[in-house]
C-alpha cells in the first residue's frame, strides 16, 4: 500500500510537473495578425514588438503580417481563422462597427479590468469611448489616432505656382483646377484604390465639408434619406466635380505608391490619412521642404484609432493580456506613434514631443476640437455597407454618374439596414 501512494506521489509530481510545463509551453508564444507592412508602419509595430520582448524575454512573437493596405486582405484571412474556431491572440482592429462586428458574432473577450488597471477611459477622448464601449464593456485598447482630415500637398509645386493653401472644398477645386491649367501632365489629386478601400475617404471628406460634422454622422449612420437629401446630392456632386483632377491610374495604386506620386511630381496633393505620413519620413521625405499638410475642414478632428482585442479562446491569453495591457502604457504610445505618423491615444504624452509640426497640431486639435469618426476604418458604417459603397464608389470614378451613385447608395443602406445596425451610435 506504501508503494502504491510513494508511485502515486511519483506520478502526481511528473504528471502535474508535465502539466505545468505544456503551460508554459502553450504560454512561450504571441500570435498576431497585422496588415502594418508599407514602410513607416512596419517599423512602428517592430517598436511595439521590440517594448514587447524586453517585458517577455521568453515569449516567441509569431506575427502573421498580411500585405493590404486598410486591412482588406488580412480582415478575410483572419475572418476565416476566427469563424473556424482558432482565432490569433490579438490582431489590429479599429473600432464602431468595425469591432461590434467581432463583438455579436461572439468573437471578443472584455478587457474592462485592463482599462481599470490602466485608467484608461480617463485618458481619452469620449468619442473614443463612443465607439470602444459596447454594453458597457471594452473588448480592446487602441494604440494611436491617425487624423484623416489631411490633405498633403507637394510644397514645392504650391510655392512654384504661386496656390493658396487649401483650406475647404472651394479652396481644394480651385487648387486643382489651377494646377491642371499650369501643369497638365500633373495629376492635381493622387489616389490609389487597387484597394478600393480609399475611394470612401473623399466621400467623408464632402460629407463632411458640404454638411458639417452632425450630417456627416447621421449620413454615416443611415439616419439620412439618401435619395433625396439636397445635402447629400450637393456632396456627390462634389465628388464628382474632383474626378477629372485624380490621377488616372489610380486602379493600379497601392495608398503608399499613390503617396509617392507627390514625391516623383506626378501628383501635387492626396486627400489621406497620417499613416502616409510615416510613409513619407521613411522614405526621406523632408516636412516643410517636400511636403506639407492642411486640415479640412480646419476645426474638425476626423479620424480613427488602430486597436488591439483579445478574441476569446486566443492560445496564449496572459500573453495576450499583457500586449494590450502594455498598449496602455505612455511609453509603448509613444514608441509606435512617434514612427507610425500619428499620435498616442492618451492625453498624458506631451504634444512637444513629435518632431514634425503636424502631428504636434494634430495632437492639440484632437485634445480641443469636435472629433468624429471616419466612415469606414473608425466604423461610423458597418462591414457590409463598407463593402457596397467601395464598389460603387470605384464605379462612379470611372462613369461620374451621381445619380446612379446616389440610388446604388440608397439601396445598399436600405439592403444592409445601415440605420439599423448603426443604432448603438445614438444610444
Ligand atoms: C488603416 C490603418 C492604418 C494604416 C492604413 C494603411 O486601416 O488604421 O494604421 O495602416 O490602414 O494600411
Known amino acids: 500500500m506504501r508503494k502504491f501512494w510513494l508511485w502515486f506521489m511519483i506520478l502526481c509530481f511528473v504528471v502535474g510537473g508535465f502539466g505545468v510545463c505544456v503551460a508554459q509551453e502553450k504560454e512561450s508564444e504571441f500570435i498576431i495578425f497585422h496588415y502594418w507592412t508599407a514602410g513607416g508602419e512596419k517599423e512602428a509595430i517592430d517598436a511595439l514588438f521590440k ?155 464632402v460629407l463632411l465639408t458640404t454638411g458639417g460634422p452632425d450630417f456627416y454622422e447621421k449620413a454615416n449612420t443611415g439616419r439620412i434619406d439618401f435619395l433625396n437629401d439636397a445635402t447629400f446630392r450637393q456632396a456627390m456632386e462634389r465628388y464628382a466635380a474632383l474626378i477629372p483632377y485624380i490621377y488616372p491610374w489610380h486602379a493600379t495604386k497601392s495608398w503608399d505608391e499613390a503617396g509617392a506620386l507627390l514625391k516623383t511630381g506626378e501628383a501635387a496633393m492626396y486627400w489621406m490619412g497620417d499613416w502616409i505620413l510615416g510613409y513619407y519620413l521613411a522614405i526621406g521625405m523632408q516636412p516643410e521642404v517636400d511636403f506639407s499638410v492642411t486640415a479640412i475642414p480646419g476645426d474638425i478632428w476626423m479620424g480613427h484609432a488602430d486597436t488591439f482585442p483579445l478574441p476569446k479562446g486566443a492560445p496564449h491569453p496572459s500573453n495576450a493580456r499583457d500586449w494590450i495591457l502594455m498598449c496602455t502604457t505612455p511609453e509603448a504610445q509613444k514608441a509606435f506613434n512617434l514612427i507610425k505618423g500619428s499620435v498616442t491615444i492618451v492625453n498624458d504624452v506631451p504634444f512637444d514631443v513629435y518632431p514634425d509640426p503636424y502631428r504636434k497640431r494634430s495632437a492639440q486639435d484632437l485634445a480641443k476640437l469636435r472629433a468624429v469618426c471616419d466612415g469606414f476604418h473608425g466604423g461610423m458604417i458597418t462591414p457590409a455597407f463598407g463593402s457596397e459603397l467601395m464598389d460603387i464608389l470605384t464605379r462612379f470614378l470611372v462613369d461620374k454618374d451621381v445619380d446612379a451613385a446616389i440610388k446604388s447608395i440608397a439601396e445598399a443602406a436600405e439592403r444592409t439596414k445601415l440605420a439599423e445596425a448603426c443604432s448603438w451610435f445614438w444610444e
Open 51 to 205: 517594448l514587447y520582448a524586453e517585458r517577455n524575454p521568453n515569449v516567441k512573437i509569431v506575427e502573421n503580417p498580411v500585405a493590404g493596405g486598410g486591412g482588406e486582405t488580412m480582415l478575410a484571412v483572419l475572418m476565416s481563422n476566427l469563424a473556424a474556431g482558432i482565432p490569433p491572440d490579438s490582431f489590429q482592429d479599429h473600432q464602431g462597427n468595425q469591432q461590434k462586428d467581432y463583438i455579436d458574432a461572439g468573437y471578443l473577450e472584455a478587457v474592462d479590468d485592463i482599462w481599470a488597471q490602466a485608467n484608461f477611459e480617463a485618458r481619452i477622448n469620449p468619442m473614443w469611448v463612443k465607439t470602444l464601449k459596447f454594453g458597457g464593456h471594452v473588448y480592446s485598447v487602441p494604440i494611436n489616432a491617425h487624423r484623416t482630415n489631411w490633405l498633403w500637398y507637394n510644397k514645392k509645386m504650391f510655392e512654384e505656382l504661386g496656390i493658396k493653401v487649401p483650406e475647404n472644398y472651394d479652396d481644394l477645386l480651385a487648387a486643382c483646377q489651377k494646377i491642371k491649367e499650369a501643369k497638365p501632365e500633373v495629376a492635381p489629386l493622387a489616389l490609389g484604390t487597387r484597394e478600393k478601400v480609399w475611394s470612401t475617404y473623399l466621400y467623408d471628406m
